[in-house]
């Protein structure tokens, strides 16, 4: 029998966020996951907007565990600080907006329980809800998809997707490096190094158009270089 995971490690990358940062995370702190213990921990990555005064009134009625960058480090560098403070046996990124639905993480948890994958992803191809916000970003996340079974094998078809949820145990031997986006096909590339099972879940999702900080081709060209380093060097990379 599979062992319950008795606590779950949101991670949230905060960026000048300030529209929505605090509806998603009163979305995730009313989150009903049966068994699970929720952690919360919210990187402000150097916001210049009403971000820190968010948090700072959130926390006073909600756990929640902040931690601040002096100055914008980018999406992969967040990450990489919430990683460091985690304890969850099972841990989840998630963006400042609703982009992604918080109503998705239950079918994640019961997949990844019931699979024993090392990681499941939530993706946007296989799903009749997802909402891209032009040709330009699904096209973009298919090709690179496309190249991560080229270049890795396996069958994921959302490589970029926001959702990952991810053992804690898979992480091990794992080191990142990359400070903006290029943290996707660079925790995918290893994960896959290293033979991690990965499953993938349709999820829903709504791209929005303001505010993105994303930009498709700059990022888009990091994350192939990115893939195809780690498929040069492969396990050569030092840690």
């Not at 959302?158 to 031997?173: F, H, I, N, P, V």
């Not at 794992?174 to 400070?179: M, V």
């Not at 994303?214 to 990379?237: C, E, H, P, T």
Request: glycine share 8%; proline share 3%; net charge positive.
């Amino acid at each position: 029998m599979i062992s319950m995971v008795q606590r779950l490690s949101l991670i949230i990358p905060a960026y000048n966020e300030a529209d929505t940062l605090q509806a998603v995370i009163r979305a995730l702190h009313a989150l009903s996951l049966p068994e699970i213990e929720k952690e919360i921990i919210v990187v402000n990555d150097g916001s210049t907007d009403t971000t820190e005064k968010i948090l700072k009134q959130l926390q006073q009625t909600i756990p929640l565990r902040v931690y601040v960058h002096a100055s914008n480090k980018g999406k992969g560098a967040s990450i990489r600080t919430g990683l460091v403070h985690a304890t969850g046996d099972l841990i989840l990124f998630h963006d400042a907006d609703f982009e992604y639905s918080p109503s998705d993480i239950m079918n994640m948890v019961k997949c990844i329980r019931e699979t024993n994958a090392d990681a499941v992803y939530g993706t946007r191809m296989n799903s009749n809800h997802a909402r891209f916000a032009s040709s330009l970003q699904r096209g973009g996340n298919w090709f690179l998809s496309f190249v991560t079974r080229l270049l890795y094998g396996g069958d994921i078809s959302d490589m970029e997707t926001g959702y990952k949820l991810l053992k804690r145990s898979a992480l091990q031997g794992i080191c990142l490096r990359e400070k903006g986006f290029g943290i996707e096909p660079e925790l995918t590339a290893q994960l896959l190094l290293q033979n991690k099972r990965i499953v993938e879940i349709p999820l829903s999702f709504r791209a929005r158009t303001q505010g993105k900080k994303l930009r498709y081709v700059r990022d888009g060209l990091r994350a192939g270089y990115v893939l195809l380093k780690y498929r040069v060097k492969g396990s050569r990379i030092p840690p």
